[in-house]
Every structure is written in structure tokens, then in C-alpha cells.
Nanobody
Framework: VQLVESGGGLVQPGGSLRVSCVAS????????IGWFRQAPGKERERVSC????????YYTDSVKGRFTISTDNAKNTVYLQMSKLQPGDTAVYYC?????????????????????WGEGTLVTVSS
């Protein structure tokens, strides 16, 4: 099982960026996929998740209306489209796969629900 993130970089405040997560070695139907982020000196926090089994999604309050999660099953890829980026969004963004597949809900989406993790991609929002 492997999760590989890409697409991070430097973006100005108010800008947009899309990060990607390519998954291999498992079936999307058996897991849900989540994005987390960790800023310097802070704990890793959940950002968004998606469950391919029923299409459900979750967003943490601070990114609602600005971030959109989606999947491309043909490419085994999960995307996180980020817009109206703020300096507070600066962090290493990680994707992870968790179980059960229907656990993309507020009460279950957490770091300890995730089985596999990628190495992360750095997003820096700065002028």
C-alpha cells in the first residue's frame, strides 16, 4: 500500500492550489481517504475526507466553502482543491486511508482511524 502526495508549493494569500494523492495497493471501496495537515509546532489536524463507498464528504469548519475534495477512481487519485488560501493554511498536507469505509463522518474521522499515510506535501501561503 502506498499513498503519494504532490502539488504543494508556495502560493500568495487569496490564491488557489490543488494537491493530489495517488493511491496504490488497495481498493478505494475498502477505505475512506482523508486529508490532514500539520503546521510547524502544532498537532496534526483533520481537514477533509471522502468515502468512495457512498460519496460522503466531511470538511473541518475552517476550510468549509474554500476547499473541495474529490476522487478520480480511474487514476486512483484523491484531490484537495484549495481556494482563498490564507497564511493559516500553511502546513504539510498528508493524505491517509482509513477504515471502515463509511467512517468519513465528524465523529469518526480522526488520526487514529487511519491505517496508511503518505509522506506529505508542503503548502506555504505567503506574500
Amino acid at each position: 500500500v502506498q499513498l503519494v502526495e504532490s502539488g504543494g508549493g508556495l502560493v500568495q494569500p487569496g490564491g488557489s492550489l490543488r494537491v493530489s494523492c495517488v493511491a496504490s495497493g488497495f481498493d478505494f471501496d475498502d477505505y475512506f481517504i482523508g486529508w490532514f495537515r500539520q503546521a510547524p509546532g502544532k498537532e496534526r489536524e483533520r481537514v477533509s475526507c471522502i468515502a468512495d463507498i457512498d460519496g460522503s464528504t466531511y470538511y473541518t469548519d475552517s476550510v468549509k466553502g474554500r476547499f473541495t475534495i474529490s476522487t478520480d477512481n480511474a487514476k486512483n487519485t484523491v484531490y484537495l482543491q484549495m481556494s482563498k488560501l490564507q497564511p493559516g493554511d500553511t502546513a504539510v498536507y498528508y493524505c491517509a486511508a482509513g477504515v471502515p469505509p463509511g467512517a468519513c463522518v465528524e465523529t469518526m474521522f480522526a488520526t487514529d482511524a487511519m491505517t496508511y499515510w503518505g509522506e506529505g506535501t508542503l503548502v506555504t501561503v505567503s506574500s
